[in-house]
T-cell receptor, first 114, second 113 residues
Framework: NAGVTQTPKFQVLKTGQSMTLQCAQD?????MSWYRQDPGMGLRLIHY???????DQGEVPNGYNVSRSTTEDFPLRLLSAAPSQTSVYFC?????????????FGEGSRLTVL | KNQVEQSPQSLIILEGKNCTLQ??????????LRWYKQDTGRGPVSLTI?????NTKSNGRYTATLDADTKQSSLHITASQLSDSASYIC????????????FGDGTTLTVKP
């Protein structure tokens, strides 16, 4: 059972470049979300989705886009990378059917913007 | 504003010793509270869940407590091991919807031999 899979694990970008962080889950979870984690800080919500075709902004959405065309996939796009976006990014999913709110996290994608 | 505050920010203990991590919250309404363990370079993993009616719950050497009246929770680790070195994150959920989660900043625990 793969759970939540994130790719790539590591990425180095130059300022102004664009890229997509991939996230896939195989648990048929309705809820998916992206967080960034900076040194000494907690997880901050970037964007989230409550189902295919439905997305919304979290606490720190600027500079990021998302889409949810299928239940399984929730990619995060950086349109024009900035050094302030250097961080570790986590994707997570959760089931509404189970109803406890447990989040299942991927292993993270470490992004460095030069 | 919903907030979750954890203390201490970091903690160093010797292997075999016990420790207690604290979590205070102002989230309302309250559904449940989870403690997550995050190993270095990994994603967080749920350790335990506390609902409104639960006061104490154990998971091996981890024991979580909840005082819903004072809005405080603690995570007690007994007979610490080197593998307990990690960040411990308190997450309070205002609903059973994970989208209503409020995260603490975590406590970084280092267990030294």
């Amino acid at each position: 059972n793969a759970g939540v899979t994130q790719t790539p694990k590591f990425q180095v970008l130059k300022t102004g470049q664009s890229m997509t962080l991939q996230c896939a889950q195989d648990m048929n979870h309705e809820y998916m979300s992206w967080y960034r984690q900076d040194p000494g800080m907690g997880l901050r919500l970037i964007h989230y989705s409550v189902g295919a075709g439905i997305t919304d902004q979290g606490e720190v959405p600027n500079g990021y886009n998302v889409s949810r065309s299928t239940t399984e996939d929730f990619p995060l796009r950086l349109l024009s990378a900035a050094p302030s976006q250097t961080s570790v990014y986590f994707c997570a999913s959760s089931s509404y059917r189970v109803g406890t709110g447990e989040l299942f996290f991927g292993e993270g994608s470490r992004l460095t913007v030069l | 504003k919903n907030q979750v505050e954890q203390s201490p920010q970091s903690l160093i203990i010797l292997e075999g010793k016990n420790c207690t991590l604290q979590c205070n919250y102002t989230v309302s309404p309250f559904s449940n509270l989870r403690w997550y363990k995050q190993d270095t370079g990994r994603g967080p993993v749920s350790l335990t869940i506390m609902t409104f009616s639960e006061n104490t719950k154990s998971n091996g050497r981890y024991t979580a407590t909840l005082d819903a009246d004072t809005k405080q929770s603690s995570l007690h680790i007994t007979a610490s091991q080197l593998s307990d070195s990690a960040s411990y994150i308190c997450v309070v959920i205002a609903d059973t919807n994970a989208g209503k989660s409020t995260f603490g900043d975590g406590t970084t625990l280092t267990v030294k031999p």
